[in-house]
Structures are given as structure tokens and as C-alpha cells.
């Protein structure tokens, strides 16, 4: 505790990485940087580091997202009508962004009416008659709980694919931050660009839109341009601290927490302060002089945002010592205080994890769950049996910022923050350090029941995961 909570470089290194390198989405050259940051703070700290490679996908960067309306009572003067890029900022253009991986529509504009399919249910696209190269808007309601969130992540796949299917141009969602608030994230989380094109309007601006689209059916139009960069696939790379054990120096336990971030902002609650939290934990545990019976890694992984992608790429690369991997600890839910862990549907692991606790019992970090969710790199260690313990948090302010220009250093409180760092290396140590492993590795037959009893297989289904788990190529080998 006084190692964490005392001076340290923790607030100068979430500095560095926030304010000077900024945004790093994986493959562009601002996530280089933050993998030379990581590195470096990791030898600062005297920690034994080296970096896995793997190969990413696709690269996407946005290119000048716009969307101008045409309407009967503000026509649009009739040079946007020759489909060549739309210029200057104009009263009739909506503040948008490019929903990541949504295609590019390359030189052209795209032309095309707008209609309204609400919440977008299939009765919505039943109701909504021939959608043939049409734009449509979908409607969403404001994130506020993780419930909502992950709702975010799960209704889109179905919504795209009804608009595909219907032969849509187009999607535009309505945002799901108050006061105009853009931000990004990835509408399907399949390893492959979006068919249609889609953008966020801002949510203000969406609502006004919905009600010109009413009041005039059918004669709204839109002119929407994404010309975004693609490219790839390119090499990436995830970064492992490592304090090897003095007695079962093969077994391990990870503690882990994700590097990359979107780029509007500056990723600091998600996930910049955990990665920051990684390597102090790390620095923390070297500082004492004591080293573990077995070895602890500290992983900052790429490629989260675009569906948990490095986490994929380490578990596939190291599936041979999977057994000896004892816990896959995660951290990626801000700065709100943490209530426990989410043991991933295992209940098997809780009697362990209190006992570590025990020293923090007054903290009341000892309230688990046993859910298991979609959504962090926790979960394809979680699909191959490994015990995992994702970090239960209180909201605090990380919706409203989520994902968002906003999402800056000063959201981040500092001492919740060293307080967190010394629950993760407590957690980290105690079952590295404990003298029975914290629980098996789950088979593949006991895995099939627990991610039925959990409801993740209707989430890996809405997902479009599920072929890839059924048939092995995601999860423990059938
Ligand atoms: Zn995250």
C-alpha cells in the first residue's frame, strides 16, 4: 500500500499516454507509440518485458464523415446534387462520426431518401415497406448502466442485417450521449468490415430529423459521404510484463488490462488509467523484493475495440500452457469503485478469491458475481476454461463519456485509482502466491453448460460468435 499510494510515476506515465500520445487505435502509428510507452514504463519500473506480435486484420481511419439533409422547406443548393464530395460545413449538415469498420463510400456521395424504422425490431422493418436504397435512421436511448451498454453492442448485428437483407444503403443511428456527444465504436464485432455504410448523428440533431421525417414523408433526402482509409492486415502487438515465480515458475496468473483506445478522445477511462494500473501493479509487486511462488504476467493487449482481437491472438498463441495459466485478472470499466469480480459463471473460484481478499475485507471489494459476459479480454480465457476475474465496478462517470471526445484525463481520479492498483496486485499476488491453484481449468462439456447456464450463448449467438465457438475456432476444442 505505501509503494501504490504513495509518490509514484503512475500519474506522469497516464499523462504521457492520454495527453501526448493520445488516441491509439490498433494499427495506426499512435498505438506504435503507446507500445514503446508501455514498454519503457515497464523497464522504468525494472519489470522484464518483451512484446508478442500477431497479425491484425484490417487498419480503418476515418476520413471526412458527412451528412447534409434535403428538405422541402431548406432545399439543397443543386451542385451537391452531381455526387462529388460535399463541401464546407453547412446549416443543413449533421454532426456525425463513422460507426468503425463501416465501409467507405469512396469519391462518391451517396444520394438517397431517409426512412425512419424506430427502434429498428423486425415488425419495425416489417411496417416499413420496400427499403431498397434507402437511408435508414435507427433510434436508441441513452446509455447510462452497464445493461445499457451492453445492449449497445448486442442489438446492432440483427438491425444491420435486417437493413442488408431489406437492400438498405445506409444506417444512421441516432447517438446515445446527451448534448450532441459523438463517439465510436464498432456496430458488429465479426473480424470483417461492415456491408453497409453507417454513421452516429449526434443525438440531438437525430431526434430534430425523426421529426422532419415525419412531418414529411418520404420526400427527406440525404446526402452521405464516409470516405474512410482502409488497409491491412498489418502486424500488431500485445506487451507482457513478466515477475517470474521462485517455485512453479511455468504456472502463471495474468493480470491484464487492454492498451488501445478509440480516438475522438484520449482513452483515459477506457482503458488508458487500467493499462496504467497493469504496469504500477507490476512495479508495486517488484518494489517489495518478494517474488511469488508462481510467475505473474501483466499483459497490455491490442485490438479490444475491435472485438477483443490481441486477447484472441495471445490465447491462440499460447494454448499449449493454457493448463498452467491459473487466473486471467481484467480491468476495463473506468475509474468507478470496484465491488468485486465477475468470476465468469464459475462459482468454484469464489472460496479462493475471499481468501485473498481478506486483507482489503473493509473495503468491501468482496461482493462477486457470476455472470459471464461478451465484451473484454477476459473472455476468450473464459472460453477456454481458464478462471477469470473481470473487475465489477460502479458506473461513476464512465458512460457519459464513453467512447467520446471527453474521455480525458481529467475524468480519472487519481486515488481511486492507486486504490484499485493495490486490489489488483493483492489479487494477482495472492493467487500467484497461494499454495493450491484457485480452481481447474473447465473441460470443454462442463464449458457447454456453463455458458448456457450464464445466457452467454444467447450473446455469442446475437453476436454472430457462435459458429466459431461451435465449431472450435474460438473456445476450448469441442
Ligand atoms: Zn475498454
Request: proline share 5%; hydrophobic share 40%; net charge negative.
Amino acid at each position: 500500500m505505501p509503494i501504490v499510494m504513495g509518490p509514484s510515476p503512475m500519474e506522469e506515465n497516464l499523462r504521457r499516454l492520454t495527453d501526448e500520445i493520445g488516441g491509439r487505435v490498433t494499427g495506426s502509428p499512435e498505438m506504435a507509440k503507446a507500445v514503446g510507452w508501455a514498454v519503457g514504463a515497464f523497464r522504468a519500473a525494472g519489470v522484464e518485458v518483451h512484446t508478442e506480435k500477431y497479425v491484425f486484420p484490417i487498419t480503418w481511419s476515418e476520413g471526412k464523415t458527412e451528412l447534409l439533409i434535403d428538405q422541402p422547406f431548406r432545399p439543397l443548393r443543386s451542385e451537391y446534387r452531381d455526387g462529388k464530395h460535399l463541401t464546407a460545413a453547412d446549416e443543413r449538415s449533421l454532426r456525425v462520426v463513422s460507426v468503425a469498420w463501416s465501409p467507405s463510400t469512396g469519391p462518391h456521395v451517396l444520394y438517397a431518401p431517409i426512412t425512419d424504422v424506430g427502434y429498428g425490431s423486425p415488425d419495425d422493418f416489417g411496417n416499413a415497406g420496400n427499403l431498397q436504397g434507402e437511408i435508414l435512421l435507427v433510434h436508441t436511448d441513452i446509455g447510462s448502466t452497464w445493461a445499457d451498454l451492453s445492449k449497445e453492442y448486442l442489438r446492432p448485428p440483427a438491425i444491420i442485417e435486417s437493413a442488408v437483407k431489406s437492400g438498405a444503403a445506409a444506417i444512421l443511428w441516432m447517438g446515445a450521449r446527451e448534448r450532441l456527444l459523438l463517439y465510436r465504436h464498432r456496430n458488429s464485432l465479426k473480424k470483417e468490415l461492415d456491408k453497409i455504410p453507417q454513421v452516429i448523428v449526434a443525438r440531438e440533431d437525430a431526434m430534430t430529423l425523426a421529426r422532419t421525417v415525419a412531418a414529411y414523408p418520404g420526400r427527406i433526402h440525404a446526402y452521405l459521404s464516409t470516405p474512410n482509409t482502409i488497409g491491412g492486415p498489418i502486424e500488431q502487438e500485445n506487451v507482457v510484463g513478466e515477475i517470474r515465480g521462485y517455485e512453479k515458475p511455468d504456472e502463471a496468473v495474468i493480470l491484464g488490462a487492454h492498451l488501445d483506445s478509440w480516438e475522438l478522445g484520449t482513452g483515459a477511462l477506457d482503458n488508458g488509467c487500467n493499462a496504467a494500473l497493469v504496469i504500477e501493479a507490476a512495479r508495486a509487486i517488484k518494489a517489495t523484493g518478494l517474488l511469488p511462488r508462481r510467475t505473474i504476467r501483466f499483459v497490455l493487449f491490442s485490438g479490444e475495440e475491435q472485438g477483443e482481437i490481441g486477447s484472441h491472438e495471445y490465447v491462440k498463441a499460447h494454448r499449449g500452457e493454457l493448463d498452467k495459466v491459473r487466473a486471467m485478472i481484467n480491468f476495463d470499466s473506468g475509474i468507478g469503485r470496484v465491488t468485486g469480480y465477475s468470476l465468469g459463471g464459475r462459482r468454484d473460484t469464489e472460496a479462493g478469491v475471499r481468501e485473498v481478499l481478506k486483507p482489503l475485507e473493509s473495503w468491501r471489494v468482496n461482493n462477486h458475481t457470476y455472470d459471464a459476459s461478451f465484451g473484454s479480454d477476459n473472455f476468450d480465457f473464459l472460453l477456454e476454461g481458464v478462471p477469470t476475474l473481470d473487475a465489477t465496478q460502479e458506473e461513476a462517470n464512465y458512460l457519459p463519456n464513453y467512447h467520446a471526445a471527453s474521455d480525458t484525463l481529467d475524468k480519472v481520479d487519481m486515488r481511486e485509482l492507486k486504490l484499485h492498483t493495490v486490489l489488483a496486485a493483492l489479487t494477482a499476488w495472492g493467487i500467484a502466491d497461494r499454495a493450491e491453484p484457485l480452481g481447474k481449468r473447465l473441460s470443454r462439456s462442463e464449458l457447454d453448460v456453463l455458458v448456457k447456464e450464464t445466457g452467454l450463448d444467447q450473446q455469442m449467438k446475437l453476436l454472430g460468435y457462435w459458429d466459431a465457438w461451435q465449431s472450435g475456432a474460438r473456445g476450448r476444442t469441442p
